[in-house]
């Protein structure tokens, strides 16, 4: 229903930029080379940052919207006349413990690791890994009891979460100096993003060389020699017990692809 193009995974003076590689499509829509030709199509005085991800108005050509926590809202209910009208990641008796873990996880968390890795002095990097693990350790121990965040529901507060556990070893420990402990080393957690890895059609959308080229390749102030890691191995696929937990939310909208995926 929606084309995706991908921006090549290197970040370089023009900033993100169009050009086939693996993993990576041109601009299918405006045969654009750079991103910032896009902001520009939207509003030809725009002269702020220029982001990923992008919502494209096809038909009215012009930017619906750039900011990742709105663009989710909109997928998750704006399409429903056309799309899985059942499945809902935000539903209203929710709302008000996902929009409480979503600023908590925002602030120590996802933005918590951008925090630390660039942080220019100490004390500013301390106080980011020590609220980036605090919360990381909350988490952990919510997750002994409960199957998602919010508890039987996988709701969007988990994938909001996810993203940023997805990258966690093979990025943030070494690049940003996340590095108290691993993703691997929290079993909920580390259970948990491989749950939600094996969710039908989510690991296609995962690119760990995309991921590490961007980051490590990109960020000439924390790593200027672009050297990428070799490791962390790592694997997403492997078997999780998340199952032995409460839960109903996949089974009930139909995700469920294998018999982990069910309570
Ligand atoms: N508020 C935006 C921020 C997006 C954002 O910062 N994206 C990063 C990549 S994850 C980016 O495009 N950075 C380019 C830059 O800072 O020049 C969102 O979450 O959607």
Known sequence: ??????????????????????????????????????????????????????????????????????????????????????????????????????????ATVNNGVYRAGFATGQRAYEEAVEALFETLDMLEDRLTRQRYLVGEVLTEADWRLFTTLLR??????????????????????????????????????VNLHHIKQHYYGSHESVNPSGIVPAGPEIDFTAAHDRARLPADALATVGLSGGSDLRP
């Not at 902001?39 to 990742?68: F, Q």
């Not at 809202?73 to 873990?101: C, K, Q, S, T």
């Not at 108290?180 to 749950?195: A, H, I, S």
């Open 168 to 205: 966690f070893d093979p990025v943030y420990v070494g690049h940003f100096k996340c590095n108290k402990r691993r993703l691997v080393d929290m079993p909920n957690l580390w259970g948990f993003t491989r749950e939600l890895y094996q969710v039908p059609g989510v690991a296609e959308t």
């Open 1 to 106: 229903m929606v084309s995706v193009s991908v921006v090549h995974w290197h970040m370089g003076t023009n900033g993100w930029e169009f050009r086939a590689g693996p993993g990576c499509t041109t601009d299918t829509v405006n045969g654009a080379r750079y991103l910032h030709e896009i902001y520009a199509k939207a509003r030809p005085d725009y002269s702020g940052r220029v982001t990923v991800p992008v919502l494209w108005d096809k038909a009215r050509g012009t930017i619906v919207n750039n900011e990742s926590s709105e663009i989710i809202r909109m997928f998750n209910a704006g399409f429903d006349a056309w799309g899985e009208a059942a499945l809902d990641f935000y539903p209203e008796a929710l709302r008000p413990e996902i929009d409480a873990l979503n600023e908590r996880v925002y």
